[in-house]
């Protein structure tokens, strides 16, 4: 039945109980007053101090995880530019290989595993327990091998570091043509 201004209570008289609209009800209004003034304040809009526990630890979780994820991401890109300047430095080795050449590396460096030693220019030094330092994070040594080859030998430099997650080391290796 659609609801227009002409409905009339008593239209709605079958779906709702009986009820006399002609008798008085009798109609206790302080319980009225007290039930409605009761409704109407524990009804107010806002939250419990539950649901406000829930909802901020709700939010700290996830505050916490971005925080967590931003900081590996920040760890990771930290690595990669050590990884980056160590691939440098082993890459920087063997072009000074390259310039010095197998005659004069292995001059000054008759043992296997040497480092570089920058006077005026670079020379071969034996390593003798200690790479070259590059720097204060960063060490290179290497190794040469005729490796039976005519006009050229095997170079390889490695460079050290170490930083918070560990010890780490990047090898460039190359054979150089004389």
Known sequence: MPFTPETKISDFAPFCAKIDLNKKQNVNHHSLHHSLHHSLHHSRGGFSLLELVFAMSFL?????????????????????????????????????????????LNVGCPTKTCKLQKNINYSAVEEGGAPEEIDELYYRFFTLDPAGLPDGFKAEFKVTWEDGTGE???????????
């Open 168 to 178: 780490h080391e990047v090898t460039a290796k190359r054979i150089i043509y004389q």
């Open 60 to 104: 700290a979780i996830i505050i916490l995880g971005v925080v967590n994820l931003q900081n590996s991401n920040l760890v990771m890109l930290n690595r990669q530019n050590h990884e980056i300047q160590a691939h440098f430095y082993a890459n920087q080795g063997l072009k000074i290989a390259e310039a010095l050449g197998y005659a004069a």
